[in-house]
């Protein structure tokens, strides 16, 4: 509790009445002086039925309940939230207790006007942050005199103010250049959108008119007049059994060749060897078994033995075990293919008449055929084989043309649900989605990718960690000293942005971050925090978030930058 000596008391009085300027009483800054101007009476200004002689005025004893009465002394400091009440005098009654004025004004000639709180008026400190003037300390207690300093620190502050306003001015330009890039992007996807829903329009009817022909292709089928069923067929069944059959016995011919050729070269050798047996052995030597084996080789060799195969036969045989696609002798694929195979031999009717004519009585007959099957005469066709080309060349042109206008049309609803989202203020963040900005902070380098989510890696190595995916733009109050290089958030409602359900948290959640975002000139990650066990916090400067009229922060406090 502040207390005076009456000495001091009147020593002060004196000095406010000789230094309080003529106009307004000491302390009292431009905007209250109206309540200080008449000479004979004053009125507390929250409360008017109270009424003080002008001389009450910075009397250093709190009269008023709201403070107004001591402008100029901390008697009242008391009211201020962070001062400690003693005024006992004062609780009882029902006057307004909230402050009236904003705390004790120091004129600052040279730099800027402000308030100091009206504790902080005659404490012995001189508190030139706010009151360059030092008029703070007018009664010198304890001593202290506090020089006037506004004109270097007015100095110092223009020229900080000269560099903050040129950064803001260029931040405020990147933001108007990232504006103008969403509004391109934003007009990209409208575009887009345009000529979306004219291809999803050709490309109904693309589908439609294949639905059409897919029909018919059905009908036609139905109409067929048999079925051939391809190899099923008779006549297709005894092409392929004379095609495999003649390509067996070309095989097996080909083998039993090679076994002639064989036998015969291994014949030659032997009969080789005999006859030299026969030149070299000794008939002087008294064997039975050695001349009788050469007494039958000179039989043998007497018989007529007859040729295994000549010139001629083996050319004639090099030309049987040609394969047929080689010899062109039968066509296999002229009897496997084409409309011939697909209608039975019997039915062949129409091969007999002029082709003229055929195109035309084939019609009338596959038409009665459809008839009498569509009005449940005869049975349709079932496929007992494979459909015809035709048919399955219009269902999968049809399917084709479904396919791609259903992924149209997924386009468009995802470009419509993009046209919907929340890009922040003139969509803004749509120019910087996808991009991205890192920094390290102790064990981890961390990245922010806008608009989609944040990671850490570990500086030991290992994979990013998801430290969430980006939800939507919130906004956050903030209360934060802004460092002297300006990087930090200062105070106010600032634009955040929420990432959650990143990857699960070991005995926690699901990673999540908030990142909270100031004006700055370029876009960097400032600060990160794990405030909890996996949730984080990162303060980001961008120019996204600065007031498009340069003038400070979007949706925040001013002049912070
Ligand atoms: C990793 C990192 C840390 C986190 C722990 C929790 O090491 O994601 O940020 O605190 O896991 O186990």
Known sequence: MKSLSYGLALTRLVQIVLAAEPSRPRG????????????DLFTCISNPSITLSPSQINDDYCDCPDGSDEPGTSACSYLSDLSPSYASDLASDNASRSIALPGFYCKNKGHQPSYVPF????????????????????????????????????????????????????ASK??????AEAGRLRKQVEDRIQSLEAEIQGSALKVKSLETALADAERQERGKVVRSSGKASKLGSLIQTAKDRIEELRESLVEIREQRDTGKSRLAELEGILSTF????????????????????????????????????DRDLDEIAKPDSETGIINWSDWEEGEESDVDVLYKIEEYLPVAVRGWVDQRLRDLRILLVENGVIAATTSSGEESKTLTDARDALKAAQDSESNLRNELTGHKDDLAKDYGSNDVFRALKGRC???????????????????????????????????????????????????????????????????????????????????????????????????????????????????????????EL
């Open 119 to 170: 504790l902080s008026v005659n404490d012995g400190v001189c508190d030139y942050d706010l009151c360059c003037d030092g008029s703070d300390e007018w009664a010198h207690v304890g001593g202290i005199k506090c020089e006037d300093r506004c004109k270097e620190i007015g100095k110092e502050w223009r020229k900080n103010d000269e560099l903050r306003k040129k950064s803001l001015g260029a």
């Open 28 to 39: 009292v800054g431009p905007d209250h002086a109206k309540f200080y101007k008449s000479t």
């Open 437 to 559: 900005i890192s920094k390290d902070s102790g064990e981890y380098n961390y990245e922010l990718c806008w608009l989609e989510k944040t990671t850490q890696k570990s500086k030991k190595g290992g994979s990013h960690t998801g430290m969430g995916n980006f939800v939507r733009i919130d906004s956050v109050t903030v209360d934060d000293d802004l460092p002297p290089d300006g990087k930090g958030l200062g105070s106010g409602v600032r634009v955040a942005l929420r990432y959650e359900n990143g990857q699960h948290c070991w005995n926690g959640p699901n990673r999540s971050t908030l990142v909270v975002l100031a004006c700055a000139e370029q876009d960097e990650v400032w600060k990160i925090t794990e405030e909890e066990k996996c949730v984080y916090r990162m303060e980001v400067g961008t120019p996204a978030v600065c007031d498009i009229s340069g003038k400070g922060k979007e949706g925040g406090a001013k002049d």
């Open 174 to 179: 990147k933001r108007k250049e990232l504006v």
């Open 278 to 313: 026969q030149a070299e052995y000794n008939p002087n030597f008294n064997d039975e078994g050695v001349k009788r084996a050469v007494r039958s080789w000179e039989e043998y060799a007497a018989r007529d033995r007859p040729a295994i195969g000549n010139d001629a036969q």
